[in-house]
């Protein structure tokens, strides 16, 4: 099962906490440590399972592959005033001393005194099954599993504190995209790290509209830069895309303070690697799926202003659509019962519902309601109802009429078949943005 492959690879996971250190910037300082070697491929930056309650922030592992480079080689980086190549082949070195060394600079800047973080290193020169890559990124593996199939892949690793890093990392290691973006990350000078990001919104606006295949970079419904992050990490910003090239030029369009480095990933966010299509009947909790549902009543709108639509495949469920996705919510208002869609989201657990992330409007029903009852035929007089959907009677003369005698009328949809998502700043980032579904072949769903 296991692949092997020239250079040797490196990957951790766990290691940020809340308050500053962050993974991806781990790895910036492993290419100072690892300045003897070659990077073999880009780097990788891989989310896991965004439910998984344990996550430090963003749930991501970085997989490195580093050796003796041979081959053509491309700009990926620039770190402690070098410029990073990455090479297309390489050979490989001892993982035991990538182990070794890599230990050393976690060692030093890991946030151990945080809860959560519960660092990982992995080093091999094969890379595990990808089963672990799936597995870590739809559901929750055990540390036991995983480490006996790093001692089947021959691979070298360390765990600190409880060592659930060493599950992300390794996962990490084990990815073969299917599907992959890239993510170009630009860091703060340390001595800026924590001060409030200085970024010109006029430049990312700018940037935004040359570039034609980067994604999530300016929220225009609130008004904000969501290439940069809120937290106090020493990332300045990260702007993502489809193209690796086209994210280089897009870098430096930015204006505002000066990044002291940058690194180029390949990654899985923006992917939807993590949902998995269900029958809403097996949902069960923490699971991020995609249902194929209609809907069985008229929306709700609760206090809090969130949405709640009960739909059905059936097998009924609560849907809900939460507040900070204003329009997306008013897509969600405009659904009758009878109209079908597809839901993507995470299940609940209490309330159980799904919690929507993205949906797929496919097909609307006529809003055709009753708007008056029938006039009886014999007298001339407005007919009663007898119940709910059971027809007419005659106060006057007592004729009945079945209920198709009523007057209906015909109300305009105001929603549109099509795809719809929350704004940039609530989607996860695994999320397979709109502006990507349209470039992949949608009949694959
Ligand atoms: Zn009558």
């Known amino acids: 099962m296991a692949i092997a492959v020239p250079g040797t690879h490196l990957a951790f996971d766990d290691t940020d906490s809340p308050e500053g250190m962050c993974t991806t910037y781990l790895a910036t300082l492993m290419l100072e440590e690892f300045a003897d070697l070659d990077l073999i491929g880009l780097p990788r930056l891989v989310r896991l399972n965004p439910n998984i309650p344990w996550k430090t922030r963003g749930n991501a592992a970085i997989s490195l592959c580093l050796g003796r480079g041979s081959g053509k080689s491309r700009l990926c980086g620039h770190v402690a005033d070098t410029d990073i190549r990455c090479y297309d082949r390489g050979a490989p070195v001892d993982p035991a001393e990538l182990l070794e060394r890599a230990s050393k600079v976690l060692k030093r800047v890991a946030r151990f005194d945080c809860d959560k973080t519960n660092p990982g290193i992995v080093a091999s020169r094969a890379k595990p099954p990808p089963a672990l890559y799936w597995g870590a990124v739809r559901g929750i593996l055990g540390l036991r599993d995983v480490e006996s199939q790093l001692k089947r892949s021959g691979a070298r690793w360390r765990k600190f504190k409880n060592g659930r890093g060493v599950i992300g990392a390794a996962s990490a290691m084990s990815w073969r995209p299917r599907d992959r973006t890239w993510e170009v990350i630009a860091y703060r000078s340390p001595d800026l790290v924590g001060t409030r990001r200085s970024i010109s919104d006029e430049s990312v606006i700018a940037m935004d509209r040359a570039t034609r295949r980067t994604f999530n970079n300016y929220d225009y419904e609130n008004h904000h830069i ?205 999320h397979k943005p709109i502006r990507r579904l349209s470039r992949v072949n949608i009949d694959n769903l």
């Open 226 to 430: 969501a290439i940069a992050p809120g937290s106090p990490c020493p990332i300045l910003f990260g702007i993502r895309g489809d193209s690796s090239d086209e994210l280089l030029k897009a870098k430096d369009m930015i204006r505002g303070e000066r990044p002291s480095k940058w690194l180029l990933f390949m990654t899985n966010q923006g992917t939807d690697d993590h949902i998995v299509p269900k029958r809403v009947r097996s949902l069960k909790p923490r699971d991020s799926a995609r249902v194929d549902v209609r809907v069985a009543k008229y929306p709700v709108t609760v206090p809090g202003k969130h949405v709640i639509l009960r739909v059905t495949d059936g097998c009924e469920m609560d849907a809900a659509f939460y507040e900070p996705s204003r329009a997306f919510r008013d897509v969600a208002r405009a659904l009758i019962p009878g109209d079908e869609v597809t839901l993507y989201g995470s299940v609940r657990e209490t309330p159980r519902s799904l919690n929507v992330e993205k949906m797929l409007v496919r097909r609307l029903v006529r809003d055709v309601r009753k708007s008056h009852n029938p006039m009886c035929d014999a007298c001339g007089k407005r007919m009663g109802s007898v119940g709910a959907n059971q027809g007419f009677r005659c106060k006057k003369c007592g004729k009945k009429a079945p209920y198709s005698r009523a007057i209906f009328e015909k109300h305009a949809r105001n929603v549109k078949p099509g795809w719809y998502e929350p704004p940039v700043a609530s989607r996860r980032h695994l």
